[in-house]
């Protein structure tokens, strides 16, 4: 006999942790908190997006801006990312009475500071990966723009 999937919703988080300390987190309420050591500028791919302010995503919203990459560039170059979600955040069920505790996990997020870098594509086709990039900053939450690499590109 098989087993019938149509009434469950499946999720799929692609960017999840192997292991933390504690399953757990406790909420960041400063950017003093965050430690993000990537360096502002582009350190593996020749045009890059970077943050101009500060803000958080999940691991799902990385799932999304990763098909959108790999399906606008497809062979013609390299996506890079520079970004992992590593903060657990929990949410309760809906109509649920107060106490019983903390929630399960929900969902992994990453804090990011204004200046980091995101995401990086190695190509030769810089306008194919501008057009990448255009269509991944209309799904960020915060303001971003594009670097590009200090060298003379046929554009």
């Known amino acids: 006999m098989g087993l019938n999937f149509e009434f469950y919703e499946i999720k799929i988080m692609q960017y999840v942790p192997k292991k933390l300390k504690f399953t ?3 909420k960041l309420k400063t950017s003093n908190k965050i430690n993000n050591n990537i360096s502002s500028g582009l350190i593996k791919g020749s045009i890059g997006l970077k943050a101009l302010k500060e803000g958080s995503l999940s691991s799902l919203q990385l799932t999304s801006f990763k098909q959108t990459l790999e399906k606008n560039i497809k062979k013609s170059g390299f996506v890079f ?4 979600p590593t903060i657990p955040t929990s949410a309760k069920a809906l109509k649920t009475r107060m106490g019983r505790g903390k929630g399960g996990v929900d969902k992994y997020i990453t804090k990011i500071k204004p200046g980091t870098v995101l995401f990086e594509i190695e190509t030769l086709s810089v306008n194919v990966a501008k057009k990448a990039f255009l269509l991944v900053q209309k799904k960020i939450p915060f303001k971003t723009k594009l670097i590009l690499e200090k060298k003379n590109y046929a554009i």
């Open 24 to 26: 757990k987190s406790q």
């Open 81 to 84: 990312f520079n970004i992992f």
